[in-house]
């Protein structure tokens, strides 16, 4: 192996290293997010719950900042982002209907804010499983196997 060709690997590795890197991290940000995202979730029903408006707008607004971050956004698919703003919107209305103390509306803007979770996450499960057989086929031409 010359020179030339050893230094070439060393780069190559520490470029791949500091691309896995970068991948690993923002996943586990976006782990950290998802974990928050469902504490203020719960912390909001319990707000609900006990009829605290201030706790309630507080949760909300988190959610909507959580639902702002670059994590969060990194999916730019037009449906992943149309579920995003579903999800700050709800928010956003719970908002509202708190300051005016309407703990009805609350109560139906937690049903939203609910909707949109599920949805949201039924999507990712469909594209999930759409992808997998596309990727099992990649690779068996990869390997020169006949696609079945
Ligand atoms: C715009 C899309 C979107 C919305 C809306 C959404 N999530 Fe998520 N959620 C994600 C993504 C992306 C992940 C990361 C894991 C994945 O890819 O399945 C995730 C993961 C989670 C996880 C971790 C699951 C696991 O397998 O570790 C929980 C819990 C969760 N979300 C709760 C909620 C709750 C509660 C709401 C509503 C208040 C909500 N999510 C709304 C996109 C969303």
Redesign the pocket.
Known sequence: MTRQTKIVIAVLTLLVGALVGTEIYAQAR?QQL?IE??TH?QKLLEGIATAKFDKIEKHANE?IRISKTAEWLA?KQPR?EQ??ND?ARSAEGIVKKAREKNIDGVTLGYFD??S??VR??QY?REIRDARAPGLERDLAGLKGERIK
Do not use: I, P, Q, V
Request: net charge positive.
């Open positions: 976006l998802m995202k469902l979730a959610l999916n992943y579920f995003s999800f804010l609910t949109s979770c949201c996450h990712l």
